[in-house]
């Protein structure tokens, strides 16, 4: 397990942009892949973001992509999500997850990721 406290959050306007953060403890950070979900009011919890362990290769959902990057740095521990041109419809608390190295399940999915922060809210207002 691994703990993730999350951060950068707060209200802003349609069309500004955010950075949040996950900061990781351990030293077994750089082996994870990380996600990103978030929870829109009164909405199930949904899929962002996510980056495999290297780094080099990420995944969107339609809703976020070109306006959305995930990134990681592992001399930090901490993962990042550039939220850009946000849309009222981004107002969501956000959560980053750590996910299992196995492939067996997609990084798509909730049930890929073991450990999850405590979230952040974000909201966008028009």
């Known amino acids: 397990q691994v703990q993730l406290v999350e951060s950068g959050g707060g209200s802003v306007q349609a069309g500004d942009s955010l950075r949040l953060s996950c900061s990781a403890s351990?030293?077994?950070?750089?082996?994870?892949?990380m996600g990103w979900f978030r929870q829109r009011p009164g909405k199930e919890r949904e899929f962002v973001a996510a980056i495999v362990r290297s780094g080099d290769i990420t995944y969107y959902a339609a809703s976020v992509k070109g306006r959305f990057t995930i990134s990681r740095d592992s001399a930090k521990n901490t993962v990042y999500l550039q939220m850009n041109s946000l849309k009222p419809e981004d107002t969501a608390v956000y959560y980053c997850?750590?996910?299992?190295?196995?492939?067996?399940?997609?990084?798509?999915?909730?049930?890929?990721?073991?450990?999850w922060g405590q979230g952040t809210q974000v909201t966008v207002s028009s």
């Open positions: 997850a750590a996910g299992s190295t196995s492939p067996g399940v997609s990084l798509y999915s909730e049930s890929r990721y073991h450990s």
């Open positions: 351990g030293r077994t950070f750089s082996t994870y892949p």
